[in-house]
């Protein structure tokens, strides 16, 4: 190695020992960890055991801030909005990457775009599940596509919010079905 480039090597290590020991101190004060949902939901639910691990691990107070609607969208554009300090993080489910796509094939403006997020941990997988109140007429698969097929448009079915991971998820699956519920 040459003495300019030992030297210029020697100059950057230097220079970087201030950011080094500034990186050390995260977190010198309260983290806050937004679910994009309302309080009392699945992520709400999860969410509340992981700011208390964090909060351990860490040494410091983490506190969830429940900021729901639009399927998530709310929550997703205000972190996309703060400061990126590590002092804003979040719970996401698909729908984060979904709502962009979906604003901009309605013809609306993205509330926030993909890059302003960096995704740190799988936490958990939560599979959609078709389910039916167990004294309905349905006993099986077969039994609910028939009903719907024979009642097209009539029969309703909800889910936690337009175009989030369920949603779509089911219109998905009446598409491959070829069904109409409403």
Excluded: C
């Amino acid at each position: 190695m040459r003495r300019r480039e030992f030297m210029t090597l020697v100059a950057g290590a230097a220079a970087a020992g201030p950011i080094i020991a500034h990186a050390q101190t995260y977190p010198s004060r309260t983290i806050t960890l937004v679910v994009p949902f309302a309080p009392g939901g699945v992520a709400d639910y999860a969410a509340r055991p992981l700011a208390a691990h964090l909060a351990d691990t860490l040494g410091q107070k983490v506190v969830v801030e429940n900021k729901g609607g639009a399927g998530g969208g709310i929550g997703h554009a205000y972190v996309a909005r703060a400061e990126p300090d590590g002092y804003t993080i979040m719970t996401a489910l698909p729908s984060l990457a979904v709502i962009p796509e979906g604003n901009r094939l309605a013809g609306k403006p993205a509330p926030y775009e993909m890059d302003q997020f960096v995704p740190l941990a799988r936490m958990f997988a939560d599979p959609p599940i078709l389910a039916v109140k167990n004294s309905s007429p349905w006993n099986s698969l077969g039994d609910f596509i028939a009903a719907v097929k024979a009642n097209p448009g009539q029969i309703p079915y909800g889910t936690s919010g337009h175009l989030g991971t369920v949603h779509l998820a089911m219109e998905m699956f009446l598409n491959a079905a070829q069904l109409k519920m409403v």
